[in-house]
């Protein structure tokens, strides 16, 4: 019994062998004389949404396996492809060649040191923007503001007011808004507090939403964003440049004919009559 087993498991591992040396052309199925290849499987699971390659493998592979399989046997029943079924497989070679050459270029053009000069041209010589922290208390009317402005002078506590008096979300705060930077407030507020110094009050400024009277707090420069939390957005920089220059040096190097504005009538475009012709 143990030389048989031993005979077992060694007749096992030889047919185990083949499965770990499969390849792109290794052929899962072969319908009317044309292979179907592991190969093809890939690409087309490549493609799939991504609700589709949630499925288990073996679900997977039997789906695609038939999709091919059916596909390919649909396929051998055509003898020569008709006009529009040409010119479609002319175009998907086109924009697949096309396609192929542009992944390679954008994946390509994303380095460590593209990203280094990247970020610097961005970010390392920039003057920083500014952000500012502030408080605020919104009424009605500009003599309500100038009012206050008054008690503020007189030694009040910006805070006790704007918690008494200011119809803003922010009134039982204090007043206080945190930090904000440019573009994230109306333009008149924005205005308003850029001029102050820290620790002076405004006079009356007026916004769609009332009167206000402002204090500026704090204020500091912004802190450039690490190269990590940019990485993304300089990658996707980096590719489009490539791509735009790479198609600029390919159509001014090509031999390019066209026929001159107004030589074809561009309505033809719209006539579907001529792909049966």
């Given amino acids: ?25 290794t052929v ?18 490549q493609r799939l949404p991504d609700q589709y390659k949630e ?3 073996q ?22 492809l008709n006009k ?10 086109r924009a697949l060649l096309a396609g192929d050459v542009i992944d390679q270029k954008a994946n390509g053009a994303v380095t460590d040191d593209a990203l280094q000069a990247a970020y610097d041209a961005v970010y390392a010589t920039a003057e920083g923007e500014m952000e500012y922290q502030a408080s605020h208390i919104l009424v009605e009317t500009e003599d309500e503001a100038k009012a206050l402005i008054g008690q503020l002078n007189g030694g009040a506590d910006f805070a006790t007011l704007a918690q008494e008096k200011s119809t803003g979300p922010s009134g039982p705060n204090g007043g206080a808004l945190g930090w904000f930077g440019p573009g994230m407030m109306v333009p008149e507020f924005e205005q308003a507090v850029m001029a ?32 990590d939390d ?8 980096i590719r489009q440049q490539a791509v735009e220059e ?27 009559d001529l792909l049966t012709q």
């Fill in 84 to 93: 529009r079924a040409q010119l479609i497989m002319d175009n998907e070679r």
């Fill in 28 to 45: 899962v199925a072969t319908v009317n004389g044309t292979d179907i290849t592991l190969g093809h499987m890939i690409v087309l699971q």
């Fill in 55 to 57: 499925l288990p493998d």
């Fill in 230 to 237: 940019v990485r993304e957005e300089l990658s996707d920089g």
């Fill in 196 to 227: 102050l110094k820290v620790g002076e009050i405004s006079p009356p400024v007026q916004t769609q939403f009332g009167w206000h009277v402002l204090i500026l707090t704090d204020s500091r420069p912004k802190a450039a964003p690490s190269l």
């Fill in 246 to 272: 790479m198609v600029r040096q390919a159509t001014e190097t090509a031999k390019i004919t066209r026929p001159d504005s107004g030589t074809i009538d561009a309505a033809m475009l719209r006539n579907a």
């Fill in 59 to 80: 679900v997977l592979f039997d789906g695609i396996l038939e999709q091919l399989i059916q596909q390919t046997a649909l396929g051998s029943q055509v003898g020569e």
């Fill in 1 to 25: 019994m143990s030389k048989l087993r031993a005979t077992t498991a060694a007749l096992a591992l030889l047919l185990a062998g083949p499965a770990l040396a499969q390849t792109a052309d």
